[in-house]
C-alpha cells in the first residue's frame, strides 16, 4: 500500500518537509521514495503541489497522512470518499480546578488609611 506523507528536509530548527509517496511499511527517511508531488514551508505557509501527480496517486489508493490531509483541503484538492479523515482534537485539562483561570478572584484591599484622612471629623 502506498502512503501520501512528509519527509523532513531543511536545517536545525528550520524545518522545510517533501511531500512524498512511498510505500507505507517504510520510513519517511528511508530513501526509498515513490514519487516526490510536493513541497511545504511551515515557517511561510507555502505548499507547492503537482494536482496531476497527487489525483493519480489517490485514485490508486494512496493514504494521504492527516497532515497532508489538511494541506491538501486547504488547497482546495478533491480527496476521495474512502479517504479517513483526521480526528478533531479533544483535550481536556487533568487537574482544571488548580488552573488559574477557575480560581476565585481576590478582592484587592481597601486603603482604609487615606479614606479616614478625607472624611470630615466629628466633633
Do not use: C, F
Not at 79 to 93: D, M, S
Amino acid at each position: 500500500m502506498l502512503a501520501i506523507r512528509m519527509q523532513r528536509n531543511g536545517r536545525s530548527h528550520y524545518p522545510t518537509y517533501r511531500i512524498v509517496v512511498q510505500e507505507a511499511q517504510r520510513h519517511p527517511l528511508s530513501g526509498r521514495v515513490v514519487a516526490e508531488v510536493g513541497n511545504y514551508n511551515p515557517a511561510t505557509k507555502e505548499t507547492t503541489l503537482d494536482k496531476e501527480k497527487l489525483e493519480t496517486y489517490l485514485k490508486n489508493g494512496a493514504q494521504p497522512s492527516t497532515r497532508v490531509i489538511r494541506i491538501l483541503k486547504a488547497n482546495k484538492i478533491a480527496l476521495p470518499k474512502w479517504v479517513k479523515e483526521p480526528l478533531a482534537k479533544h483535550t481536556k485539562a487533568k487537574h482544571a480546578d488548580k488552573l488559574r483561570k477557575n480560581q476565585p478572584k481576590e478582592e484587592a484591599p481597601a486603603e482604609e488609611a487615606p479614606a479616614e484622612a478625607t472624611a470630615p471629623a466629628e466633633a
